[in-house]
């Protein structure tokens, strides 16, 4: 169930050859649920796992600038370390985004949701979309429909998630 929570962000390399800690990659997450985008950033815990939290909701049929001004924060936002969750607190982690999606359960959420990774490098933008297995099998990449953008052009990254989450033809 948490396979997609569990997304280690790595660290991109600091080409300078002066020794400062390496850069960490910045990452992001969107769901399509119950006819709902959903934005999250996507953290680091002290442990080393990706932790999707703060969702925000963008409705069902949000504009391409909303979009990119939602992923910018996410991203911004996804830059730091959060303790590890104790075992006790798993349960919970994603609450926040049933409650975005307006649903009650899981399964609910996974019913006909779709979902698509946001990873920024120093040079680039990474948008890969998920396969829906269900809610007992989770997501699996589909590393075939990879779009990749420069860094900074995060209108054609909404624009990019609008066609990946159905909501465009474009």
């Known amino acids: 169930m948490f396979d997609r929570l569990r997304n280690c962000l790595g660290a991109a390399a600091v080409g300078s050859g002066h020794s400062q800690p390496p850069l960490m990659e910045l990452s992001a997450v969107a769901?399509?649920?119950?006819?709902k985008?959903?934005?999250?950033?996507?953290?680091?815990?002290?442990?080393?796992?990706?932790?999707?939290?703060?969702?925000?909701?963008?409705g069902g049929s949000p504009d391409e600038d909303?979009?990119?001004?939602?992923?910018?924060?996410?991203?911004?936002?996804?830059?730091?370390?959060v303790p590890?969750?104790?075992?006790?607190?798993?349960k919970g982690v994603f609450q926040p985004?049933?409650?975005a999606a307006s649903v009650r359960s899981y399964k609910a959420f996974m019913k006909d949701a779709r979902t698509i990774s946001i990873r920024?490098?120093?040079n680039a933008l990474e948008l890969t979309p998920y396969r829906n297995l269900g809610s007992k099998e989770g997501f699996q990449p589909m590393p075939e429909e990879v779009v990749l953008l420069h860094r900074?052009?995060?209108?054609?990254?909404?624009?990019?998630?609008?066609?990946?989450?159905?909501?465009?033809?474009?």
């Open 31 to 35: 769901y399509l649920a119950n006819g």
């Open 84 to 90: 590890h969750p104790a075992q006790s607190e798993w």
């Open 152 to 170: 900074d052009d995060l209108k054609g990254a909404a624009q990019a998630l609008l066609r990946l989450a159905g909501l465009s033809t474009g």
């Open 37 to 58: 985008l959903i934005i999250a950033p996507v953290v680091r815990t002290t442990d080393g796992l990706g932790l999707e939290v703060e969702p925000s909701t963008l």
């Open 97 to 99: 985004f049933l409650k």
């Open 66 to 81: 909303s979009i990119a001004e939602a992923l910018s924060g996410a991203l911004t936002r996804s830059g730091r370390v």
């Open 120 to 122: 920024a490098t120093e």
